[in-house]
């Protein structure tokens, strides 16, 4: 049975690609867009061949910079699931350009879902990087009420994501302020590492990372490399279990505010023992840039007990999260 029609941003990302394909099994007409630049065309072929996508999914071509392109995906949902994100690879954009921007588009997508008289709710994906950068000591565990402090973020090493670390604080903490201030219900989702299995057949940065953690872990103890601060204890979640909460809180009444949605943290004696037993022929070196200045970096654990609160249940533990990415990382014959 059909449960209305929902807006999904960034369509063709990690994420929100999985979150349609969730939305989709479960009922929902989805409107999901992508940014057409001049130059290159995203691939939505993958999204577009999922299950019930034809009959019941819509492609919206809608830019960040461009916010009123939002007004037409946005018109007569009932929910809207802001995913989109802009990230600079390169390094080319100063951070206060990628701030600006994200900014810009989030205001622009709230002003629409109160123009459009029928959004009851929007879901923003926020992100770890939101909570953990902070004075806070690295054996705490941190939720909801903890934000990331801006300027200890900028002495991170910027190829180390810097710049997205402070749009994506930046952006949740003007949204929920935003939100408030025009009375609309906002709640915002707050993953930490995110793997697991993904739609299409290019592998997401954020599964060649945990595809390059294997490699990092093995190594650090084969060679006796002790350098990977970071790794003493992370926090990961499946990708099916982000989208899940998105959708869970949409449903959910009494959602109010932030989620930080986390399965578990692992230490680095943990991963070793699951991972060099079950992949020890992987050599991921190519990936290895995604991990640079992790040893500038020591992140404390983060609790979920906020949305499990609310009846939400994980589905997925640690070997699944990186059965499912390689299984998937095989059939696509990228491993």
Same mark, same amino acid.
């Given at each position: 049975?059909?449960?209305?029609?929902?807006?999904?941003?960034?369509?063709?990302?990690?994420?929100?690609?999985?979150?349609?394909?969730?939305?989709?099994?479960?009922?929902?007409?989805?409107?999901?867009?992508?940014?057409?630049?001049?130059?290159?065309?995203?691939?939505?072929?993958?999204?577009?061949?999922?299950?019930?996508?034809?009959?019941?999914?819509?492609?919206?071509?809608?830019?960040?910079?461009?916010?009123?392109?939002?007004?037409?995906?946005?018109?007569?949902?009932?929910?809207?699931?802001?995913?989109?994100?802009?990230?600079?690879?390169?390094?080319?954009?100063?951070?206060?350009?990628?701030?600006?921007?994200?900014?810009?588009?989030?205001?622009? @997508? #709230?002003?629409? %879902?109160?123009?459009?008289? *029928?959004?009851?709710?929007? /879901?923003?994906?926020?992100?770890?990087?939101?909570? &953990?950068?902070?004075?806070?000591?690295?054996?705490?565990?941190?939720?909801?009420?903890?934000?990331?402090?801006?300027?200890?973020?900028?002495?991170?090493?910027?190829?180390?994501?810097?710049?997205?670390?402070?749009?994506?604080?930046?952006?949740?903490?003007?949204?929920?302020?935003?939100?408030?201030?025009?009375?609309?219900?906002?709640?915002?989702?707050?993953?930490?590492?995110?793997?697991?299995?993904?739609?299409?057949?290019?592998?997401?940065?954020?599964?060649?990372?945990?595809?390059?953690? @294997? #490699?990092?872990? %093995?190594?650090?103890?084969? *060679?006796?490399?002790?350098? /990977?601060?970071?790794?003493?204890?992370?926090?990961? &979640?499946?990708?099916?279990?982000?989208?899940?909460?998105?959708?869970?809180?949409?449903?959910?009444?009494?959602?109010?505010?932030?989620?930080?949605?986390?399965?578990?943290?692992?230490?680095?004696?943990?991963?070793?023992?699951?991972?060099?037993?079950?992949?020890?022929?992987?050599?991921?070196?190519?990936?290895?840039?995604?991990?640079?200045?992790?040893?500038?970096?020591?992140?404390?654990?983060?609790?979920?007990?906020?949305?499990?609160?609310?009846?939400?249940?994980?589905?997925?533990?640690?070997?699944?999260?990186?059965?499912?990415?390689?299984?998937?990382?095989?059939?696509?014959?990228?491993?």
């Amino acid at each position: 049975m059909a449960k209305g029609n929902v807006c999904v941003t960034g369509g063709t990302g990690y994420l929100a690609s999985w979150m349609i394909k969730t939305l989709l099994e479960e009922g929902y007409f989805v409107n999901a867009t992508i940014r057409f630049d001049s130059g290159s065309m995203e691939d939505v072929s993958a999204i577009m061949a999922l299950p019930g996508a034809p009959e019941r999914m819509k492609i919206f071509d809608a830019d960040l910079n461009k916010p009123e392109t939002f007004e037409a995906p946005i018109k007569g949902c009932i929910g809207v699931f802001h995913v989109a994100h802009p990230i600079d690879d390169e390094g080319k954009e100063s951070e206060q350009v990628i701030t600006e921007r994200a900014v810009k588009g989030s205001l622009g @997508i #709230l002003q629409a %879902c109160i123009d459009s008289k *029928t959004v009851k709710k929007v /879901i923003y994906t926020s992100s770890a990087c939101a909570v &953990v950068f902070n004075d806070k000591l690295s054996n705490e565990i941190l939720d909801e009420e903890s934000w990331s402090n801006i300027d200890l973020i900028r002495t991170i090493d910027k190829q180390f994501g810097g710049s997205y670390f402070i749009s994506k604080t930046m952006t949740e903490k003007t949204t929920l302020e935003f939100a408030e201030e025009k009375g609309i219900d906002v709640v915002t989702v707050i993953p930490t590492f995110v793997s697991g299995p993904f739609v299409g057949t290019h592998c997401p940065r954020s599964v060649r990372g945990s595809m390059a953690l @294997i #490699l990092v872990v %093995c190594q650090t103890y084969l *060679t006796g490399d002790a350098n /990977i601060k970071m790794l003493k204890k992370t926090p990961f &979640v499946h990708v099916d279990d982000v989208a899940r909460t998105h959708i869970h809180l949409l449903e959910y009444p009494n959602a109010k505010g932030r989620y930080i949605c986390s399965k578990l943290a692992v230490t680095v004696d943990e991963l070793y023992k699951l991972l060099s037993e079950k992949y020890p022929e992987y050599k991921m070196s190519a990936h290895m840039d995604l991990l640079k200045g992790v040893e500038k970096m020591n992140m404390p654990d983060v609790s979920s007990r906020k949305l499990l609160a609310t009846g939400f249940q994980f589905k997925h533990g640690i070997e699944e999260i990186f059965d499912d990415a390689i299984d998937c990382c095989k059939r696509h014959n990228i491993l």
